[in-house]
């Protein structure tokens, strides 16, 4: 049935530590700090203090992503 309600005990529950989620630019600020690199609203890699503030549907902050700089696994480095 679709309805049915499954019980799991407490045993076979694995808890996961809760990520820090800021709830503004200045929260976010403070736990990432200023000069922190993320992917802007268009896509554009910049320090998270400059980065335009945007919220979604529900009027709620919206983190910027994170810039994870990576190396291609094609390119030479002399």
Same mark, same amino acid.
């Given at each position: 049935?679709?309805?049915e309600i499954k019980s799991i005990? #407490?045993?076979t529950l694995q808890y996961q530590?809760?990520?820090d989620i800021a709830l503004n630019r200045a929260? #976010?600020?403070?736990l990432r700090g200023a000069d922190h690199k993320v992917? #802007?609203?268009n896509g554009k890699v910049v320090t998270l203090e400059s980065a335009s503030v945007w919220y979604n549907n529900d009027g709620n902050y919206v983190e910027p992503r994170t810039y994870e700089e990576t190396l291609c696994n094609i390119c030479i480095i002399n």
């Open positions: 049935m679709i309805n005990s #407490d045993e530590p809760f990520k929260q #976010d600020i403070k992917h #802007d609203y």
